[in-house]
């Protein structure tokens, strides 16, 4: 079978957020993190403090073919979903604008940045900026049920590892912070449910 080519879609992406010119002339600038960078943060920042933003709800509904799947056999990463009163709880950090560049090239698969009103947990306020996959990009997998989601994370890994760990290491980061995600844990509950029961291969 041949490889889909998503180069294309990965420099679109790119492109699209060098365009977004928002917090040009700033010389730092929050950025909330609900993913990966909760629990890793791979760049240089000045600040870090939990917060949350509202309006949006956590999802796994975002494919993965370049972190934790492959082209062919994508993984289910998160991205955020419009849902009126949600509040998603997450990492704000306080960067520089030169660390955007490193992470539009991380983050290339579809996400695109948007401005936002991030919410500290002291109540304070700032505007900042988010990375979200909307449906319209081309990897965007959107829902299933979270049984079928975590057996596709079971199965999934790419060249930043097997799916599984980033589930993983989410919802214990997620519990770290004290704060409760009801479809990340339901999805690690499904997970650790089919580890204990594997699919029995019916071959001797
Ligand atoms: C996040 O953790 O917020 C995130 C990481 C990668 C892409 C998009 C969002």
């Excluded at 990966?36 to 600040?47: G, H, Q, W």
């Excluded at 890994?157 to 290491?169: F, Q």
């Amino acid at each position: 079978m041949t490889q889909p080519d998503l180069s294309s879609i990965d420099a679109a992406t790119i492109a699209i957020n060098q365009r977004m010119n928002k917090f040009d002339g700033h010389e730092q600038v929050w950025l909330f993190g609900y993913g990966s960078l909760i629990y890793k943060a791979d760049f240089p920042y000045i600040e870090r403090r939990a917060a949350s933003i509202e309006g949006w709800t956590r999802r796994f509904w975002q494919g993965s073919h370049d972190h934790r799947g492959t082209p062919l056999a994508p993984g289910r990463v998160v991205t955020l979903v419009p849902q009126a009163g949600a509040v998603c709880d997450g990492m704000a950090y306080l960067i520089t604008p030169e660390v955007f560049a490193h992470l539009d090239h991380r983050e290339k698969n579809g996400y695109l940045r948007l401005a936002t009103d991030i919410t500290f947990d002291d109540g304070s306020k700032v505007e900042g900026l988010v990375y979200i996959a909307n449906e319209e990009n081309a990897a965007f997998l959107g829902a299933a049920s979270e049984f079928d989601i975590a057996r596709q994370i079971a199965r999934s890994s790419g060249p930043s590892g097997p799916n599984s760990d980033y589930l993983l290491h989410l919802a214990s980061a997620l519990r770290e912070l004290g704060k409760a995600d009801p479809h990340v844990f339901a999805i690690e509950q499904h997970l650790a449910q089919l580890r204990e029961t594997p699919a029995t291969d019916p071959t001797p």
